[in-house]
């Protein structure tokens, strides 16, 4: 069982930045691919950014060049660093682990954490 717990989020003005980050229980980041999404109230949750254990990475277009996604192997901690944060970029954002086993899919998602950017 993989636990992620999120941090960092809160509330800033449009332009401002804020890094969010998400503990993993273990080392995963051998094995599991890790992603930040997001869901917007009245909204399906939506990739933000994704990194895979191989290292690539791939964003949402509409945060393309303002955010990045890291880890820290040593901390078992994954990052995502969010720059020029604009109002729409107002949701709650969860960490998330998978990995592809036998029968599918497998994954695992941290409590969520707010991020408000108002304009």
């Known amino acids: 069982q993989v636990q992620l717990v999120e941090s960092g989020g809160g509330l800033v003005q449009a332009g401002e930045s804020l890094r969010l980050s998400c503990a993993a229980s273990?080392?995963?980041?051998?094995?599991?691919?890790m992603g930040w999404y997001r869901q917007a109230p009245g909204k399906q949750r939506e990739l933000v950014a994704r990194i895979t254990r191989g290292g690539s990475t791939n964003y949402a277009d509409s945060v393309k060049g303002r955010f990045t996604i890291s880890t820290d192997n040593a901390k078992n901690t994954v990052y995502l660093q969010m720059n020029s944060l604009k109002p729409e970029d107002t949701a709650v954002y969860y960490c998330n682990a998978d990995r592809w086993v036998v029968g599918g899919r497998r994954d695992y998602w941290g409590q969520g954490t707010q991020v408000t950017v108002s304009s």
């Open positions: 273990t080392t995963i980041f051998s094995i599991y691919n």
